[in-house]
């Protein structure tokens, strides 16, 4: 499935991640922990013990877990701050040293909105970098490597500890826009490579370079489809022998087209 989104070159990978590396500085595990507490997303309903709705007052208590507080390194201000930014008609009060209540700006508002409002407010972003959803710290002969679940490759490398030489994604997309097109032909070849080793397939390496080189070749990235690069060839017979004979033969034809 892996080589299918690679040589099909499509829009979203199934499982998106990056491979972050650290400066080597910051080359150990406590820093590798640190850095993992602030790519990883945080939001409000995970910091969440415990919630009560008060149909009377129209309000929601919140209890918060005071050790995942500590463990991102947040206090309440911060969770106040940021469900405000998100939700800009939410009225939070901080009541005690882990509990806020939470109402609305609006003078009229029923249940509905309510309710509606303690969604919204529940997916407010409190910290971490939207999208990564899971990091996972690993160690390697004295090498520290983060692997995420989720991708934002230009807001990680702007990270003073991250070294932005080897940290890589894999989404081609992603690469393409950040990096460039040269970038992404090489992340082709590795990614391709690495797949293929993962099942035991040896493919000789100048075939993979061909490949990315046909992919790229626009400067933009092209997937082996009828409409990527073998939608493009110039020639009618070698496009009608791919995919979809008729229509090829057919256009063709109406367009008094030459195959040399």
Same mark, same amino acid.
């Given at each position: 499935?892996?080589?299918?989104?690679?040589?099909?070159?499509?829009?979203?990978?199934?499982?998106?991640?990056?491979?972050?590396?650290?400066?080597? @500085?910051?080359?150990?595990? +406590?820093?590798?922990?640190?850095?993992?507490?602030?790519?990883?997303?945080?939001?409000?309903?995970?910091?969440?013990?415990?919630?009560?709705?008060?149909?009377?007052?129209? +309000?929601? &208590?919140?209890?918060?877990? @005071?050790?995942?507080?500590?463990?991102?390194?947040?206090?309440? @201000?911060?969770?106040?701050?940021?469900?405000? +930014?998100?939700?800009? $008609?939410?009225?939070?009060? =901080?009541?005690?040293?882990?509990?806020?209540?939470?109402?609305?700006?609006?003078?009229?508002?029923?249940?509905?909105?309510? $309710?509606?409002? $303690?969604?919204?407010?529940?997916?407010?972003? =409190?910290?971490?970098?939207?999208?990564?959803?899971?990091?996972?710290?690993?160690?390697? @002969?004295?090498?520290?490597?983060?692997?995420?679940?989720?991708?934002?490759?230009?807001?990680?490398? $702007?990270?003073?500890?991250?070294?932005?030489?080897?940290?890589?994604?894999?989404?081609?997309?992603?690469?393409?826009?950040?990096?460039?097109? &040269?970038?992404?032909?090489?992340?082709? =070849? &590795? /990614?391709?490579?690495?797949?293929?080793?993962?099942?035991?397939?040896?493919?000789?390496?100048?075939?993979?370079?061909?490949?990315?080189?046909?992919?790229?070749?626009?400067? +933009?990235?092209?997937?082996?489809?009828?409409?990527?690069?073998?939608?493009?060839?110039?020639?009618?017979?070698?496009?009608?022998?791919?995919? /979809?004979?008729?229509?090829?033969?057919?256009?063709?034809?109406?367009?008094?087209?030459?195959?040399?």
């Amino acid at each position: 499935p892996r080589l299918i989104e690679i040589v099909d070159a499509r829009r979203e990978p199934k499982t998106p991640a990056m491979d972050v590396y650290l400066e080597e @500085e910051y080359n150990d595990k +406590e820093n590798a922990k640190k850095l993992a507490r602030k790519l990883r997303e945080v939001k409000f309903e995970d910091l969440i013990k415990q919630d009560t709705l008060d149909i009377m007052q129209l +309000e929601v &208590e919140y209890v918060l877990n @005071e050790n995942l507080l500590s463990d991102y390194d947040v206090d309440m @201000e911060d969770v106040r701050s940021r469900i405000k +930014e998100s939700v800009k $008609k939410a009225k939070i009060k =901080i009541v005690e040293d882990n509990k806020i209540k939470l109402t609305s700006t609006k003078d009229d508002y029923d249940l509905r909105d309510l $309710k509606d409002l $303690k969604n919204d407010s529940e997916e407010a972003r =409190i910290k971490g970098i939207k999208g990564i959803e899971q990091v996972v710290v690993n160690e390697d @002969e004295g090498e520290w490597r983060l692997q995420t679940a989720g991708t934002s490759l230009r807001k990680t490398l $702007k990270i003073k500890e991250v070294d932005e030489t080897r940290t890589r994604s894999n989404d081609l997309y992603e690469v393409k826009k950040v990096l460039g097109v &040269e970038a992404l032909r090489q992340r082709i =070849i &590795e /990614e391709t490579n690495e797949t293929l080793a993962k099942q035991g397939i040896g493919v000789d390496n100048r075939h993979i370079m061909l490949l990315a080189d046909m992919m790229t070749k626009e400067g +933009e990235l092209n997937g082996t489809t009828r409409y990527g690069i073998v939608g493009e060839k110039d020639s009618v017979l070698a496009r009608s022998a791919f995919e /979809e004979t008729k229509k090829h033969l057919t256009q063709a034809s109406l367009k008094g087209e030459k195959d040399d």
